[in-house]
């Protein structure tokens, strides 16, 4: 008897044993798994607050562009018509032919052709055409006069040259040019301006403004351009 109650102890103080080691295993898995939770819900909170923070400035773009497209309404232009476009002034429109600083004339319905207003607005660019030309002869001469040097290289002697000559080139069609604008004067004078040598048509406002000292109408001139091409 006294065997079987030694070996119950013996029983009983290996099953507390057992208990003792069974315990610690338990609350350390239990510590784990709070750990884990724990971090868990570190994660997810992280998450949270990147996830806000991307969004706040995507919303404050977006603000951004709202606030923008408000203050900067596009303005959608409207299609111009073939009839806006005629009346659209031009931005050249003060410069008439080769005399700049003179606005194009502007006629009124039923007046009558080289009227005394036609015939003041022509004879005011004639005059200023050939003040601008003469202002330019004098410029050359003196120029000419001014830069005449004799230099050592023949080269340097032989640009002078070669820029001397094109400017009395264009001095000497300028010179023919003035003896036209003088006949365009005179023409004026005994009111046989504005109408072609040729067939004695009306020339043309816009024609003589661009081309002030013309003579021909526009399809007389056409012919006599041909008959020069072939006799060429």
Request: glycine share 4%; net charge positive; proline share 5%.
């Amino acid at each position: 008897m006294a065997v079987k109650k030694k070996a119950a102890k013996s029983k009983t103080v290996a099953k507390k044993k057992t208990v003792t080691r069974k315990a610690p295993a338990k609350k350390k898995a239990a510590a784990r798994k709070t750990v884990t939770k724990a971090a868990a819900k570190k994660k997810t909170a992280a998450k949270k607050k990147t996830a806000v923070k991307k969004k706040a400035p995507a919303k404050k773009a977006a603000a951004k562009k709202k606030t923008t497209a408000k203050k900067t309404p596009v303005k959608k232009a409207a299609p111009r018509t073939r009839a806006a476009a005629r009346k659209a002034p031009s931005k050249t429109g003060s410069q008439v032919g080769p005399v700049p600083g003179i606005a194009p004339y502007k006629g009124r319905k039923g007046e009558k052709y080289m009227n005394e207003s036609q015939v003041e607005h022509f004879t005011k660019i004639l005059l200023a055409w050939k003040r601008e030309l003469m202002e330019e002869v004098d410029r050359t001469v003196h120029h000419m006069q001014d830069d005449a040097a004799n230099f050592p290289d023949p080269n340097d002697r032989a640009t002078q040259e070669s820029e001397f000559s094109m400017e009395l080139r264009a001095r000497d069609r300028e010179r023919k040019l003035i003896k036209k604008i003088d006949e365009a004067v005179q023409n004026l004078e005994n009111d046989d301006y504005g109408y072609c040598e040729a067939c004695g048509v009306e020339i043309g406002v816009k024609r003589l403004e661009a081309r002030p000292t013309a003579k021909l109408c526009i399809d007389c001139k056409i012919l006599d351009e041909i008959k020069e091409k072939q006799m060429s």
